[in-house]
């Protein structure tokens, strides 16, 4: 088959490879669509490490091929969504629920062969079978919106309270549905992206924001008469953001960490300390528990508007470049005719 090959930064090429064999646990799924990730444009650019010789991608949508002996919960011809990472299911968190910090997890297209290929694998605990109702592109982008939702849960909003949301990428626009969801009396978003911001008004912000021309910390003080937001969400992960997040948080507010930073942060611990202020982090996602593919089937997370590129498989390579565009939000790779 073929399948896009990570060999080292700027060095991916096609190649072609095995099927996948499944053991008696696995199922071997037909690609239907994938969807590039920020992380595979870092990967490319050495900015973010992964091993060399593994197939890239971990957003993807298929068909059940094949399943080994065991899986009784999927069947051949079976539309499914797959969370893309393979634990150990028995150490603590994985026996806790909190399978997605298992110690020993890896990711596809980062630690194991992913989802850019004709056929790829994954454990059969990994592996739902799609609602009728989702469809197959919407369905690429479960593991991105399961990241934003997870941490959303953790955060855990309520009706009554100011949320800020940094950084307004795919992870941030799929944290704003889901805190739309959750219901907050009012939502502000901040980015640098006209296309994106637009975006979030429309799904639901109250507010955006658009640093530096616009001084986020003065606008979040105007619209909670002075104290700061009950709940700031970093997902941009940039050292500046962090250091402000602890001043856009009320005394005993809650800031959620989902963005991971390339270097070591600033951060006013001291004050974070004066004020109670509770530091929650959120890592990847729980489908077992939390359920995503069936809010994005029911567009409660509505992946459609995030979706602004197509390219064929063969065109894997530009699809990953477009996503880092202006333009660009969730840029899709189609199996369909390869
Ligand atoms: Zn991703
Ligand atoms: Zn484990």
Not at 173 to 192: D, K, M, P, T, W
């Amino acid at each position: 088959m073929r399948a896009l090959v990570f060999e080292g930064p700027g060095d991916v090429r096609f190649k072609e490879v095995p099927v996948p064999e499944i053991s008696s646990d696995e199922v071997l799924i037909r690609t239907t669509y994938a969807a590039v990730c920020g992380t595979d444009a870092h990967m490319l650019d050495g900015a973010f490490p992964a091993k060399r010789g593994i197939v890239m991608g971990h957003e993807a949508s298929g068909v059940v091929e094949a399943v080994g002996s065991r899986v009784t919960h999927v069947a051949p011809g079976q539309p499914v969504v797959a969370s893309p990472i393979v634990v150990c299911g028995s150490c603590k968190p994985c026996r806790s629920g909190r399978y997605n910090i298992c110690g020993l997890r890896r990711h596809l297209g980062i630690e194991a062969d992913g989802v850019y290929a004709e056929f790829f694998k994954l454990p059969g605990y990994s592996v739902y079978a799609a609602p009728d109702e989702l469809d197959p592109k919407e369905a690429a982008l479960v593991e991105p919106a399961a990241v934003g939702y997870h941490a959303v849960c953790r955060a855990a909003p309520t009706p009554s309270e100011t949320v800020v949301i940094i950084g307004d990428g795919p992870i941030g626009l799929f944290i704003l549905e889901s805190v739309v969801a959750f219901g907050a009396q009012r939502i502000i978003v901040s980015g640098h992206r006209k296309r994106r911001l637009d975006l979030a008004r429309e799904l639901g912000a109250d507010r955006v924001v658009r640093p530096p021309e616009e001084d986020l910390k003065a606008i979040v003080m105007e619209e909670t008469d002075g104290t700061g937001a009950d709940l700031v969400i970093e997902a941009a992960g940039r050292a500046e953001t962090i250091g402000e997040s602890v001043h856009l948080a009320r005394s005993a507010a809650r800031i959620m960490m989902v963005g991971i930073p390339g270097e070591p942060i600033p951060f006013d611990f001291i004050d974070l300390v004066r004020r109670e202020v509770d530091l929650l982090t959120s890592d990847a996602s729980l489908y077992a528990t939390e359920l995503p593919h069936e809010l994005v089937a029911k567009r409660i997370l509505d992946a459609r508007p995030l979706i602004t590129h197509t390219f064929r498989f063969d065109e894997a390579v530009d699809a990953i470049h477009a996503s880092k565009g202006q333009d660009a939000i969730k840029v899709l790779i189609s199996f369909d005719g390869i």
